[in-house]
């Protein structure tokens, strides 16, 4: 197996990818809602040797799945969720997707029915270049991350890194980690400061959990440093992070 | 061993390739209590077996299919009915896989049948034959199966009343089975579906020359009747939008309206054309038969109402998977009915995959060259 430096720098797998395969256990049951032609599902499959499954609305994206040897039912998120039984997983991963759901928190809350714990990424609308662009250009900013017209965009329910968050403090829901990042494939902070998070980041990634099962605060102090150690093997962690995880 | 056989009102002599007699040494228990020995098993095979049996993909024919798959029918001469999906460099390669295609039993392309004789009167069976279900349809397959050696199939795949065999093969044998294929199917035969049955049952029951199911002794043999059942089941086969725009309103040769009871419109010529040609090579019989036979699959009340656990056994199957495909309008085995399917092998944990291929052929869309559906068959059963 190449190592995961070499897969992003040669095959440019996603660089949230790795992330998420960080915040995973090995052999886990994962449901990709969205999983389009399965490129995290195999990564995962490959790399934690999950048992993984997708959930996609196009049938051309399902065939190539299939061709992967991964499992995938063609369906709506919106609607479909409920296919899957309570608990049958241990991951249910929403990537980029949430933004263009019709109930963002009737999806979140259904994710955490049928898994133990929810991961989203999502875009973070009130990053400086979205908030620059209204407040200089008066429109709706288009860019890399966000690349359509307001008039023709999947994505109906834009939120920002906060948003997201108090969204799940409406709910009950443990953040139990979260990542937020920029297009250039740079990690901001892991549990910095969240105000310039919100203005820096182009995504967010969170791990969720419902309450009664979050980890202590000794496994997520562990949690961390594993998942540290394989940015430091990346180089995505800044010297910064590394002292704030070490001191606490 | 080839055989021949007659066809149609003509009473036509065709051979019909492929035999094999199986059950000689145990006779076949059927569910309705009956047993039968010695039954002939017509089938087709393309490809090669590998060394160690592990290539074999049996495919499973929808009601009024035969085991002319991808070749030549020797009676329409048409080419094989799934000839675009099986073959060299086919979404199921026959470089590659041993493909199995055999008559079911009660059919009339060479498996025993009501056509065939019965041993105890020298005559044809008739509806003296035991009505079969889908249930024994398969273990007649099984023992096809086991005549090849092969201890596993790598795949088994077929559409509408082939789905329900397949379906029934995840549940019979449930660890024989790898990849598990159903197209345009369902876990059981709606009602209204038995009621297009029934319609078309009482067309040849009506007809005299039914003759109480003795036609063949009586040199007669209900056309009519016959037409009549196929004529009904294939407005089922198709959509209103094919329908539309295959004929529309369109006149039959004629400018306008003749006020009689004559062939009037396209779509009328259309049917009766289908009629016609069905009669040239089905046995009335055998259509009252298999007919039964579907309205007869229910999985859900096998497993008492509860159709998760009739997956139970094939969820401890480790490299187990289904793939399941409905059509976009088909409204004989609508996807919703697919979909519970679905459901119930979620339930078990099994992997599952399911595709609704987008067309507007109605339930005959697995039979039409589609390229979403030969990319997801090709994907699936080449999967690493």
């Known amino acids: ?42 990564f995962l499959k490959t790399n934690k040797n999950a048992d993984c499954r997708g959930l996609e609305i196009s049938q051309e994206m399902i065939s190539k799945c299939l061709s992967r040897g991964l499992s995938v039912i063609h369906g709506d998120a919106n609607v479909d969720l409920n296919i899957y039984p309570n608990n049958s997983f241990d991951y249910a991963i929403l990537s980029q997707t949430i933004q263009a759901m019709i109930n963002p928190q009737k999806i979140l809350q259904e994710m955490l029915k049928i898994a133990k714990y929810a991961i989203v990424s999502l875009p973070n609308f009130a990053n400086y270049k979205n908030r620059f662009h209204l407040m200089f250009k008066g429109t709706m900013p288009v860019n890399k991350t966000i690349p359509f017209q307001w008039y023709e ?7 920002t890194i906060r948003d997201f968050e108090n969204l ?9 980690n979260k990542f937020f990042l920029t297009t250039k494939h740079q990690l901001i902070s892991i549990l910095g400061n969240e105000i310039i998070a919100n203005f820096i980041a182009d995504y967010g990634i969170f791990l969720i959990t419902k309450k009664e ?3 202590t605060g000794q496994e997520q102090f562990l949690n961390n440093q594993s998942v540290l150690r394989k940015l430091n093997q990346l180089g995505l962690a800044s010297e910064n992070i590394n002292q704030k995880i070490n001191s606490k | 061993m080839k055989v021949k056989s007659c066809f149609g009102p003509d009473y036509k002599e065709y051979e019909i390739g492929d035999i094999v007699k ?22 087709q095979t393309y490809g090669k077996l590998n060394a160690d049996c592990s290539n074999a993909i049996l495919v499973c024919h929808a009601l009024t299919g035969d085991q002319y798959v991808a070749s ?8 094989g009915w799934w000839d675009f999906m099986i073959g060299k460099n086919k979404p199921i390669d026959t470089d590659k896989f041993f493909v199995i295609c055999s008559n079911v039993i009660s059919g009339c392309m060479g498996s025993l049948g009501p056509k065939s004789l019965n041993p105890k009167t020298n005559q044809p069976y008739g509806i003296n034959f035991p009505v079969i279900t889908i249930q024994d349809m398969v273990n007649a397959q099984n023992l096809l199966i086991e005549h090849f050696g092969i201890k596993r199939l790598h795949a088994v795949i077929g559409g509408s009343t082939g789905g329900m065999q397949v379906l029934a093969w995840s549940v019979l044998y449930p660890h024989k089975v ?17 009621a297009f049955h029934e319609v078309g049952r009482q067309g040849i029951i009506a007809d005299k020359d039914w003759c109480n199911g003795n036609y063949l002794q009586e040199k007669k043999f209900p056309i009519n009747g016959l037409a009549l059942a196929r004529m009904t089941a294939h407005i089922t086969y198709l959509s209103e939008t094919a329908l539309q725009r295959k004929f529309g309103r369109d006149l039959n040769n004629k400018i306008s309206f003749s006020f009689n009871f004559d062939r009037e419109f396209q779509v009328e010529n259309y049917l009766h054309h289908q009629g016609s040609k069905f009669v040239e090579r089905f046995d009335p019989n055998s259509y009252l038969y298999i007919t039964r036979a579907v309205d007869y699959f229910d999985l859900e009340s096998d497993f008492s109402g509860n159709l998760s656990s009739a997956f139970s056994e094939f ?14 309008d088909d409204w004989l085995f609508p996807a919703q009915e697919i979909r519970k399917i679905t459901k119930a092998l979620t339930a078990n944990s099994i992997n599952t995959s399911s595709v609704v291929i987008a067309s507007d052929c109605g339930h005959d869309s697995f039979l039409i060259d589609n390229d979403m559906l030969k990319n997801t068959i090709n994907g699936f059963i080449n999967q690493n």
């Not at chain 1, 999947?154 to 939120?159: A, E, G, K, L, R």
């Not at chain 1, 799940?168 to 139990?176: R, V």
């Not at chain 2, 030549?72 to 080419?79: D, L, R, S, V, Y």
């Open chain 1, 1 to 42: 197996m190449t190592s995961i430096t070499e897969n992003i720098v040669i095959h440019k797998v996603r660089y949230d990818f790795e992330i998420i395969a960080n915040l995973i256990k090995s052999n886990s049951r994962i449901l990709d809602i969205g999983c389009g032609n399965g490129d995290l599902l195999y």
């Open chain 2, 178 to 194: 790898k990849l598990v294929i159903p197209i345009a199917t369902s876990y059981r035969h709606s009602p209204q579906n038995i």
């Open chain 1, 168 to 176: 799940c403090i409406k709910n009950n829901l443990i953040i139990e």
């Open chain 2, 22 to 43: 199986l059950a000689c040494d145990q006779p076949l228990n059927l569910i309705c209590k009956e047993q039968l020995s010695n039954i002939e098993i017509a089938y």
């Open chain 1, 153 to 159: 965009t999947p994505n109906i329910h834009f939120c």
């Open chain 1, 213 to 215: 099962i979050c980890a």
């Open chain 2, 72 to 79: 030549t029918n020797p009676i329409t001469q048409k080419k």
């Open chain 2, 315 to 328: 969820a401890k199957n480790k490299e187990g998977k289904f793939c399941l495909i409905s059509c976009s």
